[in-house]
């Protein structure tokens, strides 16, 4: 029987991998991440979840034991965050070009020395180029059903890359809200057991995928797996709606966005608080919605060129920094890629907000929403790149 | 004939004939005794020596993430074999000196303390070979390396002592000169559960500068001056496998042209080295090392 | 395999041989080996020319020979 009750981001995690049936955890805590391995530790010792934990001494060997475990038959789950995650960089390049699907919730962190304990997006945005599929969750409902996803994702014989569902420290992993836990017996049906048709490590059975002696070809492989990924990734998510009534309309969702002129684009937690930002400017007949980027990798390109040819403007809200970059965050050069080819462009407008884990307030959420509408009715943009939080907007809401 | 006949052995030995190593290599000879005491249910984890020029021949299932990944895929393995109750594998993770002894110290460490059911190998020919030759923790004093020109300054690590110190159930060092000593040990590890680690001295003519005929020649120098004691440490005791009457360490040093720029008081410090060495080794034969 | 680039190639003298077996033992690429117990036979496919069998026999029965070209 499925059941809800109130539930953190970290805890539901926990509990997607129980129900997902992992099989080998090999873990390192780093906060904002600890409690979610702690808790699936609890969740082994209760004898409620049956699966090996592997108590490693860094992320580095988190991710190499993942990789062994996945290779010799074993459903894997892990997780980490900032710091830890770019220890374990060399280990991430690994399983998408070994093709092993092992699924990574990264708990965000900013990454020191201009970070603390709380969330921006830069520790997983720096993963971008390695393979991982990301996909960005709003609040601990969605983290549980997108773990549960990633393995149907990963495990998919035309994918077999590793997934990493990614929601904010803090404001995701450690705020409770009512969580609907599915049925043991319901997820097994929409989750078989592993199999990797590739590999087992066994003398008597012994199988390892051929690489092309040309490299380009190998990596053009794993390209295409992203790319057939994208299809996948809208299956898995309608049948997850089907079978337990929660979806997510795949890599992005668009919200409130009937009869607009413009849409701010985000990821994560934010995503809430400019979710009712929108209602209420809405209210006052503010010609703004919203477009929830949920897929980061793959990037849905296609999607996004046919959604903006709706609107003349788009202003990406990036939780990140690329220092010294073409222009702006990391994400609004994603969406400036993808939206180079349109013959009839929307204005493109960028701003960092919420860096190393500040509040994204509803005010400046207005003043975004504002100043989106202005370059709408101006009919050009005059600041690009716009570093929200070094203005002075007043009381912070 | 003579073709089949050989076909017939590279299958039963489990190796393939022909690697890619240099003429006289201590890889592939080491592994080919190896094999003899791990038999056909086992799986490898892991590189070593340079390149996997002698692990590419291995006929044994293989993984492998990259040099400075060491004891921990296979840790990752030993937990997946667990979770599917598969039995009666030996699991081998092996390395070169420099991954086990620096880059992945942390990670042999830390298998070894959580006693990882698994046989640790590190294939030690004293050197990063495969860039080269530079020095690594695992180099011993006064030996010439791209990164030493002039010798390198400080002593080698100590790895299997250090090892044992992690309370393990088995640790040994080897040699391919003494192949019934070697097998003998590996056979032992292999029937025991938990981590068991084992060190073998890689003679390496590339690195070391000495003819490749010499090869056995000069690790069986190295155990007969003492430079490489042969030696075992079960649930804590050590025992000295062989005790040979000591050569002097010029016996050593002079097969080997990576030691040839070595001063008198150089040498003299290897020596005294050596001769307190030996001593605290036959002073505690037979007695528990680990405190 | 690796295709063998050699200068030397070990050839026996079998009437010198007294089937130690060392040969066999510290060869690095398992290429020589004795034909039931008696003749000294090398898989020259895959023989490296080392010499350390030569080295290593007790009696001096192996000789490395100078390859030439064919
Ligand atoms: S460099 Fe040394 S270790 Fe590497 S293949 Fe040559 S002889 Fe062997
Ligand atoms: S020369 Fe070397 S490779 Fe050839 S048979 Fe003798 S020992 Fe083996
Ligand atoms: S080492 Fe020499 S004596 Fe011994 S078997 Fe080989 S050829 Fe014969």
């Known amino acids: 029987m499925s059941f809800t009750r109130m539930m953190d981001g970290n805890e539901a995690a926990a509990y997607g991998a129980m129900l997902s049936r992992a099989e080998v955890v090999p873990a390192y805590p780093i906060t904002p991440q600890t409690e979610l391995i702690s808790r699936i530790a609890t969740l082994i010792s209760e004898g409620k979840m049956k699966a090996e934990y592997i108590k490693v001494e860094g992320e580095h060997t988190a991710m190499a034991a993942a990789c062994g475990a996945s290779a010799a038959g074993a459903r894997v789950f892990t997780a980490t965050a900032s710091q830890g995650m770019a220890h374990m960089e060399e280990a991430l390049w690994m399983p998408p070009g070994m093709r092993l699907p092992i699924v990574m919730c990264m708990v965000n962190r900013a990454m020191a020395p201009l970070g603390g304990l709380r969330p921006d997006h830069n520790d997983s945005l720096m993963q971008r180029d390695n393979g991982w599929i990301q996909l960005y969750c709003e609040n601990s409902q969605e983290v549980l059903d997108t773990v549960i996803m990633a393995y149907k994702i990963a495990e998919d014989k035309d994918i077999y890359l590793p997934v990493a569902p990614c929601y904010d420290g803090y404001f995701v992993s450690a705020t409770a809200m009512p969580t609907t836990i599915p049925d043991q017996a319901e997820v097994d049906e929409f989750l078989p057991p592993y199999k990797h048709e590739m590999y087992s490590l066994l003398p008597w059975d012994y199988r390892r995928p051929a690489r092309s002696t040309n490299a380009a070809k190998s990596r053009y492989e794993v390209q295409q797996a992203h790319d057939r990924a994208k299809d996948v990734i809208e299956e898995v998510d309608k049948e997850y709606g089907t079978r337990f009534g929660r979806s997510y309309d795949g890599l992005l969702e668009e919200y409130a966005c009937d009869d607009v002129d413009a849409v701010l684009m985000t990821m994560g937690s934010m995503t809430g608080t400019v979710r009712d930002k929108i209602d209420e400017m809405q209210a006052e007949d503010n010609r703004i919605g919203l477009i929830k980027l949920r897929g980061f990798r793959p990037f849905p390109s296609e999607e996004l060129r046919e959604l903006a040819k709706k609107y003349q403007a788009i202003a990406v809200v990036d939780r990140n920094n690329s220092y010294g970059s073409a222009g702006g965050g990391v994400v609004s050069m994603e969406v400036a890629r993808a939206l180079y080819t349109l013959d009839d462009k929307p204005l493109l407008l960028n701003f960092h907000v919420g860096l190393s884990g500040s509040d994204v307030t509803m005010r400046q959420v207005g003043y975004m929403a504002e100043k989106t509408l202005e370059a709408v009715s101006k009919g050009k943009v005059d600041e690009v790149v716009d570093w929200v939080e070094l203005h002075d907007l007043g009381e912070v809401l | ?291 | 395999m690796a295709s063998v680039v050699r200068a030397f190639r070990p050839v026996v003298e079998q009437e010198k041989c007294i089937q130690c077996g060392n040969c066999q033992t510290y060869c690095p690429e398992g290429t020589v080996m004795l034909e039931n117990g008696e003749t000294v036979v090398f898989d020259y496919r895959y023989c490296q020319g080392c010499g350390v069998c030569a080295n290593e026999c007790p009696v001096d029965a192996i000789e490395m020979v100078r390859e030439v070209a064919a």
């Open chain 2, 1 to 291: 004939m003579t073709e089949n006949l050989f076909d017939e052995y590279y299958e039963k030995s489990l190796m393939q004939g022909g690697t890619t190593c240099c003429p006289g290599c201590g890889g592939p000879l080491f592994w080919r005794m190896a094999l003899q005491a791990l038999g056909p249910k086992t799986v490898i984890y892991g590189d070593g020596p340079c390149a996997m020029c002698a692990i590419r021949n291995i006929k044994l299932p293989h993984f492998n993430l990259h040099f400075s990944f060491v004891a921990d895929a296979s840790s990752g393995m030993a937990a997946a074999y667990r979770a599917k109750g598969i039995e009666g594998l030996t699991l081998v993770s092996s390395a070169g000196d420099g991954a086990t002894g620096d880059i992945s110290f942390g990670k042999v460490s830390a298998a070894a303390e959580r006693n990882e059911n698994m046989l640790q190998i590190c294939v030690d020919n004293e050197a990063y070979m495969n860039t080269g030759i530079q020095k690594s923790g695992l180099t011993p004093f006064g030996a010439w390396t791209t990164t030493t020109p002039l010798g390198k300054e400080a002593l080698k690590k100590e790895i299997p002592l250090i090892i044992a110190q992690h309370n393990v159930p088995y640790v040994a060092t080897v040699s391919v000169a003494y192949p019934r000593d070697l097998v003998a040990k590996i056979k032992k590890a292999k029937d025991i559960e938990g981590f068991k680690y084992i060190h073998t001295v890689m003679p390496c003519p590339t690195g070391w500068r000495f003819n490749p005929a010499k090869s056995v020649e000069v690790v069986r120098l190295g155990v007969e001056t003492w430079t490489w004691p042969l030696y075992e440490i079960e649930g804590g005791v050590l025992k000295l496998n062989v005790k040979p009457k000591q050569k002097p360490i010029e016996d050593y040093l002079k097969t080997q042209n990576r030691f040839r720029h070595m001063t008198e008081d150089q040498i003299k410090y290897v020596q005294d080295n050596i001769n307190a060495k030996r001593e605290r080794l036959l002073e505690n034969d037979g007695k528990r090392v680990i405190l």
